[in-house]
């Protein structure tokens, strides 16, 4: 009985002395301090305090297969473009054959935060990206439904969930899990030499040329070009024959550029790209839809870089069709919001900065200009404006600081804004619009607006959303388009628009596609996914 009593009374001093160990840490924090555990700064220190408040400073990793299932976590988040080491993951691997019993009450505590530590930080990278994209992207904003990540590592822990724990964080869209999928295909090129291929005249269907063997190697390598079996095919390999040109229009396609067949400059550029870029390029994109909201169920989305809109109600795509976006100098920026009136025949007030920057230097050059293309001046603003007589204005006396107009272009066929546009009420002034520049749509690359979308396919967009609201026909939408009367229609249900930047994708088909980085932005995002994390702001303990 005595015996059993001591091992008791030495246990409950064990556990004491870890708590008190642990209690002190939590008090640092509070104090403002940094701390660290075996060694390692941790990270987690806002939701450290929370998980171990609420447990009252006990130990939370007393369970072998907790610890194992974390170690076999932190290393399957490799598949999703992670590094385990920024989770501890090479210390805590060095303890894993040892038993907490076996170390003293500090070496335990330390241990126990270290292991917190580390699925805290885990889960916050996983909910909502390792990068903090407010501070990356000044014109990046989401919104996240509100959770504590200290609630759910401790529910974790209770229910033996961690195995789980990457499925049920990462975002659930097939668009997420095809890019993983994409993501083990490139992995598989990265044993392969990745040898350039010179520049050089254009390569045109028939031609006999001496890089052509190593571009069927590489159009193998990625997928465009089955291995040939054909005899006279190996024996005519320097030819740019009929199915070599078929592969490289696909390959074309898959990344933007103009599918002509011809091997120029920059088909010969996107063919150089080596397996480690395109990969680190892919690793940015995931990290992309692991900032974004919930998408729900029926929403539009449209890809900035890819140029494109498309339109999904109850999982399936219903529309998809192609748009223009803003110039790198104004740029498109990336938001969420809910599309929730249409205005058929609308007017355009121009923006200052396109008034004194475009509009002003189209005035000088052509006198006839604002009465050609229907605007009307105003001078001041609001309800005090006067209508001004433009003749009466000496344009070349005005400036970017002296530019006391309004313009104000009417409805019709010049007008910039179309015939309708699709209003989401943000701060940055950005809706989608129709457009008279159809031409535009041909072009490969898209960037000619000054930030809003101009949508292809505008008409059809106006009568998908108006599906099911009284009278809201498309016969109806021409009749009031050809009134060239402006009208208003609320949506009885606003519809979640989603603007993304995404540089990679894998679409319905199961076809990776990569396009340029038109505003520059993969090699800041690439750089901080490589850097060790730094401390969870308190922003990020939560999905908020």
């Known amino acids: 009985m005595r015996v059993v009593l001591l091992l008791v009374l030495s246990l409950w001093s064990f556990g004491s002395l870890a708590n008190d160990e642990i209690r002190e840490r939590m008090e640092a924090i509070h104090q403002g301090f940094t701390i660290s555990a075996l060694g390692e700064p941790l990270l987690a220190l806002d939701a450290l305090s929370e998980f171990y408040s609420h447990r009252d400073y006990a130990l939370a990793w007393h369970r072998d297969k907790d610890r194992e299932a974390l170690l076999d976590t932190i290393n399957a988040a490799k598949r999703h473009g992670l590094t385990p080491s920024d989770y501890h993951y090479n210390l805590l691997a060095t303890f894993a054959a040892r038993s907490p019993d076996d170390l003293g009450p500090e070496a335990r505590a330390d241990l126990d935060l270290l292991l917190t530590d580390s699925l805290l930080l885990l889960t916050s990278h996983l909910l909502h990206g390792k990068v903090n994209r407010d501070s990356l992207e000044a014109e990046w904003t989401a919104n996240r439904q509100v959770q504590r990540i200290d609630e759910i590592v401790s529910q974790a822990l209770e229910y033996q969930q961690i195995p789980t724990l990457i499925d049920r964080l990462t975002p659930s869209q097939s668009g997420y899990q095809q890019l993983l999928t994409a ?28 890089r052509l063997p190593l571009i069927r190697q590489r159009l193998i390598a990625l997928g465009d070009l089955m291995p040939t079996i054909s005899l006279e095919e190996q024996v005519i390999e320097r030819r740019y024959t009929d199915r070599v040109v078929a592969a490289v229009t696909r390959f074309q396609a898959r990344h933007g550029l103009a599918t002509d067949g011809l091997i120029g400059r920059g088909t010969l550029a996107s063919l150089n790209i080596s397996p480690q870029e395109k990969l680190a390029q892919l690793d940015a994109n995931l990290e992309r839809w692991r900032w974004l909201p919930e998408l729900g169920d029926t929403y539009i989305i449209v890809n900035i870089a890819g140029f494109e809109l498309r339109m999904i109600r109850k999982g399936e795509e219903i529309l998809k069709t192609r748009v223009i976006v803003g110039r790198p100098y104004r740029q498109t920026p990336v938001f969420s919001d809910r599309i929730r009136y249409l205005v058929f025949n609308p007017t355009w007030t121009v923006p200052r900065t396109i008034m004194t920057e475009d509009q002003l230097p189209a005035i000088r050059r052509d006198p006839d200009y604002l009465q050609k293309m229907d605007f009307t001046v105003y001078r001041g603003w609001g309800a005090d404006r006067v209508r001004v007589d433009p003749e009466t204005v000496d344009w070349w006396l005005l400036s970017e600081n002296n530019f006391p107009f309004q313009l104000v272009q009417e409805p019709g066929p010049h007008n910039a804004l179309g015939r309708v546009k699709f ?16 031409s535009l749509f041909s072009r490969s690359e898209r960037t000619f607006s000054s930030g809003c979308i101009r949508v292809e ?3 059809r967009l106006a009568s998908l959303l108006l599906q099911g609201q009284n009278g809201w026909s498309r016969d109806h939408i021409d009749r009031v388009v050809n009134s060239r009367q402006q009208t208003t229609v609320y949506l009885k249900e606003p519809v979640p628009v989603h603007l993304e930047y995404w540089t990679t ?9 990569y396009r340029n980085d038109i505003y520059e932005r993969n090699p800041r995002l690439i750089s901080k996914l490589t850097e060790h994390p730094r401390t969870l702001s308190p922003d990020q303990a939560s999905t908020n």
């Open 423 to 438: 209003m989401f009420p943000n701060k940055f002034d950005i809706y989608l619009h129709d457009t008279p520049a159809r």
């Open 183 to 210: 993501r083990e295909f490139l992995q598989s090129l990265l044993s392969i030499p990745w040898e350039p291929i010179v520049d050089g005249p254009t390569i045109r269907p028939g031609m006999i040329d001496n």
């Open 505 to 513: 994708w894998v679409d319905e088909d199961g076809t990776l596609h």
């Open 457 to 459: 396919d505008p008409f």
